[in-house]
């Protein structure tokens, strides 16, 4: 099954880079992500940086930018199989979570 979460961010357009990394840019404000880093600055200066997106602790092992449109962004973050604590000791599948970044 795949989560969605739900990021709120104003911005008009976005240029894919390489390496899974965007970057969202509005006015005098500017939204970049590069593998799962998630940084938001305002007239240049830095006002928001994630080093990492955590769930139950763990890192996401890979992502991948599904699509990108002129108002949302959509990735998909593989989890190890951990980050669900309710689980059978079978199910040892990782889990994929579905990241939305609205502008």
Same mark, same amino acid.
Do not use: H, N, P
């Given at each position: 099954m795949i989560k969605k979460i739900h990021v709120f961010i104003i911005a008009l357009s976005w240029l894919a880079l390489p390496s899974l990394a965007a970057q969202l840019?509005? #006015?005098n404000s500017q939204l970049n992500f590069d593998n799962g880093k998630l940084q938001i600055l305002k007239d240049g %200066?830095?006002?928001i940086d994630l080093q990492d997106i955590l769930l139950n602790y #763990?890192?996401? %092992? *890979?992502? #991948?930018?599904?699509s990108a *449109?002129?108002? %949302?962004? *959509?990735?998909?973050?593989s989890f190890s199989d951990q980050v669900e604590m309710y689980k059978s000791i079978y199910d040892t599948?990782?889990?994929q979570?579905?990241?939305e970044i609205m502008f």
């Open positions: 840019t509005y #006015q %200066k830095t006002i #763990q890192s996401g %092992k *890979t992502w #991948q930018l599904t *449109t002129q108002d %949302k962004l *959509t990735l998909v973050a599948a990782d889990r979570v579905e990241f």
